[in-house]
């Protein structure tokens, strides 16, 4: 018998004349201590195989020297170390499908090799497969202490490059060599599978940010801004925000300019949306100083004098008060005291200065006559030409071509349309339970476990859909309309004489007699919805950011129905003179 014959295995045991018989009848101590030697034999080997050239004979006894303890114990680590990182509702999966994706997986790697004809046993190379896992086990451990993606995938590519050079020392000994490639192919997928195992997303139990909670009826219907930009002090003094009404959309035509895109030098159509924007009034500023526990208010200074819709904001019921706001304050300000010592202390004191500004809301066409009024930041210069700035514009309109310009990315910021109280399948997007459930489908059958005694928040439920607040960032402005022009939806390849107001009206909202802002795509809201306009916090850098805007066409037909008709004009033009055009 040859030296390389009396070293392979039979049925999983070293072959030797001592032990040509079984092992049942050893003393259990013995074989226990047969098998820790082979696993730290096993793991010693696949260590060092990469820095040790073994010889043919060495190669072959680890191939076919195969056991089935040291994969199952790499496993169940591994499956542990990713039970630590998975996320709650995932915990309970991760030892299932690990070990079904695993185990089947080198079954299946196995069955190819010996489909391929590879002159090995098939628990042999299923041995293989699983002390392969040990590099994937090592890097679990180690992400539990350095949780870098950056860390973790440069010791994936060494472990695949280690692992295939075990591989290959392994397979060189008993393969062909044109079937090797077909063993190794199928052997990447399966490792570079087991390596991205722990970003896995085993299901979706919702569709919906929990981070919305709770879901209920905002307290308000204008948007809340909650961080304005960074101040910059080598700017003039600005203001960071503005309001307007939602009236409608409709879309346009324009010219694509991205050098190397598909799209570049073409025309395509978009959905813009038109806000309606009269210019706003200062009345006032509130100076704020910084303390541990965020910023306070130090004071308050009102203009001299306040429009009667402003007023209305003070009050739950204008009509039954003695409307007597602001009486006093008008003159304390009359006799210019108060006044100049209170702008003094907000100079002395004061690090952040909001002013305070309200809608002309009775110059749109809504049936609305409470002006709404917010702060707005300014940005820009010291703390003292802000409240300069600030006292300049008291009484005066605030136009929104002040603020903002046009292919500037903006933020939205408003209260969403409420849909009233939903099940969970149309407020969660749950999946409809089978046909034949009992007691209803459109529901979750499991609330949860019986402890804790309680349904958890992340279990969907039914409830309000709807009318909250939400942030839709960068905003692309395509054009800053003016009220009083009657060309404002005129472009250079369309001479028309036409407003922006579509034939008939917006619907649910009327005409558009101010200043307005077309923005790109839709924004939050229904009809007549406040919307607040802000800054963008992070100036963009994208080319579509970057990307001036060249209109060619605004549609202004008919928004009820199939419009044809640009204009009136056009219309009478096609039809002719008609019955009542005729008598007057």
Not at 84 to 112: C, Q
């Amino acid at each position: 018998m040859s030296e390389i014959d009396k070293d392979l295995v039979v049925g999983g045991d070293i072959y030797n004349e001592e032990n040509s018989g079984g092992t049942l009848s050893e003393p259990l101590l013995k074989t226990v201590k047969r098998d820790v030697f082979l696993i730290y034999s096993k793991l010693h080997y696949f260590v060092t195989a990469g820095k040790n050239d073994f010889d043919r004979a060495h190669n072959l006894k680890m191939l076919y020297n195969w056991d089935l303890w040291g994969p199952c114990i790499l496993l169940l680590l591994l499956s542990s170390c990713l039970y630590i990182k998975a996320p709650f509702e995932n915990k309970d999966k991760i030892f299932s499908v690990l070990h079904f994706f695993s185990i089947y997986g080198a079954i299946a790697i196995a069955l190819n090799a010996q489909i391929l004809g590879i002159n090995c046993s098939f628990f042999a190379i299923l041995s293989m497969l699983g002390y392969c896992i040990f590099p994937f086990t090592v890097i679990s451990l180690i992400s539990l202490i350095i949780p870098y993606f950056f860390v973790k995938l440069i010791f994936t590519v060494i472990s695949v490059i280690h692992i295939y050079r075990i591989i290959q020392l392994s397979i060189s000994e008993i393969a062909p060599e044109e079937k090797r490639i077909l063993i190794l192919y199928p052997i990447s997928l399966f490792f570079f599978s087991v390596a991205e195992m722990s970003h896995r997303k085993f299901e979706r139990p919702r569709s919906g940010s929990l981070g919305f909670l709770p879901r209920k009826r905002c307290s308000r219907s204008r948007g809340k801004v909650k961080a304005f930009p960074k101040d910059d002090s080598s700017q003039p003094p600005h203001l960071t925000a503005f309001m307007g009404y939602k009236a409608g959309m409709t879309h346009i035509v324009r010219d694509v300019d991205k050098p190397g895109s598909k799209l570049n030098k073409k025309e395509v159509v978009e959905a813009v949306t038109i806000v309606e924007t009269p210019p706003m009034i200062c009345v006032g500023f509130v100076g704020y100083i910084e303390t541990p526990n965020g910023l306070r208010a130090l004071t308050t200074v009102f203009a001299g004098y306040l429009s009667e819709e402003c007023k209305r904001r003070f009050y739950k019921n204008y009509y039954r008060s003695k409307r007597k706001a602001f009486t006093k304050y008008a003159r304390n300000y009359a006799e210019n005291q108060r006044m100049e010592a209170e702008i003094a202390r907000c100079k002395q004191y004061c690090t952040v200065i909001r002013a305070l500004c309200h809608t002309q809301v009775s110059k749109t066409g809504l049936n609305k006559k409470k002006a709404d009024i917010m702060e707005i930041q300014v940005n820009g210069g010291s703390v003292s030409d802000k409240i300069d700035f600030c006292v300049r514009c008291f009484e005066q309109p605030i136009p929104v071509s002040t603020i903002f310009s046009e292919n500037e990315m903006i933020d939205i910021i408003g209260i969403s349309k409420g849909k009233g109280y939903k099940g969970v399948i149309s407020r969660w997007g749950v999946t409809k339970l089978p046909r034949k459930t009992r007691r209803g489908v459109r529901k979750v059958s499991c609330i949860g476990a019986w402890h804790p005694a309680r349904v958890q928040f992340q279990v969907p439920r039914a409830g309000q859909k709807g009318y909250g607040q939400r942030t839709e960032m960068n905003k692309k402005i395509y054009r800053i309309g003016r009220g009083d022009d009657p060309r404002n939806a005129s472009t250079s390849a369309d001479l028309t004489e036409k407003t922006i107001t579509p034939m008939g009206g917006f619907p649910r909202y009327g005409v558009v007699n101010q200043d307005f802002l077309m923005l790109k795509g839709c924004t939050v809201g229904c009809k007549k919805r406040l919307l607040t306009l802000r800054k963008s916090l992070v100036p963009p850098v994208t080319r579509s950011a970057l990307e001036v805007v060249n209109l060619k066409f605004i549609d202004t037909s008919s928004k009820f129905g199939h419009g044809r008709f640009q204009t009136s004009a056009e219309k009478a033009k096609y039809y002719g003179p008609c019955k009542r055009s005729a008598e007057n």
